[in-house]
């Protein structure tokens, strides 16, 4: 309930203050598990994937420091977020990650790991394409623009303005065999997932 409240009003307020639009729609699954996977360029990016996958709750994970606020932390526990130590060195996130996806759920991640400094597509980490690997679940990649206008990193303040989520058709990514090492596999993955959300931030309208 927590998180259907949550996404109806942040819906509005994203319709109001940024004139939200969704492009591709049409490419959402009706039922998972699926992945969404997404650039990261602010903190409003979780609620904008969130808003535009209208098909089903998307669970998202976030860094740990977040579940110790004292609002935020009872929201991201109510919504079902998974606590992410960064540094730590645990695979427990993962596992709670893949867990979602045999649970048949929706998952949000942000291939880059953390927020973008400057709005570009950064590299994406190792640990994003061992989910991908380790899940084998068809992903949905989403290019969201925008965002790192209407409240940049390091900002306190929005600053209205158009914020379009355009989300790319289904893909499916099998494990390479290209490589020995399974760190370089994970990153060829990542780097794939990567190369597919840019392409959608330069077709055109």
Known sequence: MAYFISRLILKV??????RFEVRGSENLPRKGPFIIASNHASIMDPAVVGVAC?????????KRELFDVRVLGPWVRAVGCIPVERDSGSFKPLKDAVQKLKEGKALGIFPEGKRSPDGRL???EAGIG?????????????Y???TDKALARGKKF?????VTAHIGKIISIKETTEFSERRKIYESIGEKVINVISRLKDEPR
């Open 130 to 142: 061992l989910l991908l690997s380790k899940s084998g679940a068809p992903i949905v990649p989403v």
């Open 13 to 18: 307020l994203l319709k109001i203050l940024f």
């Open 122 to 124: 950064q590299k994406a």
């Open 158 to 162: 929005i600053r209205p303005c158009k």
């Open 54 to 62: 209208h098909t089903m709750p998307v669970t998202f994970m976030a």
């Open 144 to 146: 969201v623009s925008g």
